[in-house]
């Protein structure tokens, strides 16, 4: 009988994996990654990189997955995305646009065209601050405008682009008034917020999962497993 889960098929370490207690890299094999991460004591990794990392210059990225950065002070608008932080693309508006309006202005001019394949039809979007920043400090506040999407079921919400207009221009099934804010564009494998998480300690038991190329912890106890 077929089945969609690989759980079955491989099971945690039927494919390999490693153990350390000591600060030492772990790289995966040939044609596999790290899929799981069991911590046995208390732990604070400092390397732990996603295989494919959600850069807005690599549109067919791909989901992010937690990643180990020092990027404090760092304004998300200003910053190159590398997680899903900022989904495929943010931008500034134009707070010249107007109010109550369903076509907003992006601020940068051909920011549209800085996007392989470009701003989507269909895409969710959130207005957040301008100034949040990727260690949470101010971190990003969704305004009420755009309301946190619920994509499925007999109540579904969120504001969406229906039309790419121009270079700068798109529109929106919504109204909306920003004031000095951002829009965050959201689709299928690109989500919003997080924040670094270097320093982060990780507790004796916990388990992660994710598809990571590389993973360094701090002198105690892991067991990474490998897949596919």
């Known amino acids: 009988m077929g089945q969609n889960s690989q759980e079955v098929a491989y099971g945690f370490g039927q494919l390999g994996s490693a153990y350390t ?10 044609g596999k990654v790290i899929v799981a991460i069991q911590f046995l004591a208390d732990n604070t990794p400092t390397v732990l990189t996603p295989e494919k990392l959600g850069d807005v210059t690599i549109r067919s990225a791909g989901p992010s997955f937690p990643e180990i950065t ?22 500034a508006l134009d707070d010249n646009a107007g109010s109550d309006i369903n076509q907003v202005t992006l601020a940068s001019l051909s920011a549209i065209d800085s996007i392989p394949g470009g701003i989507k039809v269909g895409s969710y979007v959130l207005l957040v601050n301008s100034d949040y920043q990727e260690d949470g400090n101010p971190a990003m506040v ?14 579904t919400q969120g504001v969406r682009v229906v039309s790419v207009d121009s270079d700068d221009q798109i529109t929106l099934d919504t109204a909306i008034s920003p004031s000095s804010q951002s829009l965050i564009f959201l689709d299928e494998e690109h989500g919003a917020g997080g924040v670094i998480s270097d320093g982060q300690v990780y507790p004796k038991g916990v388990v992660i999962y994710g598809r ?9 106890g892991v067991i990474c497993y490998f897949g596919k």
């Open 21 to 30: 207690d000591i600060a030492q890299t772990i790289v995966p094999p040939v």
């Open 70 to 91: 020092g990027l404090t002070n760092t304004t998300a608008l200003a910053s190159t995305p590398t997680r899903n932080t900022k989904g495929y693309f943010m931008a």
């Open 142 to 155: 969704i305004d009420a405008q755009t309301p946190v999407p619920i994509y499925n079921g007999k109540i």
């Open 212 to 220: 990571w190329t590389a993973f360094k912890p701090s002198a105690s």
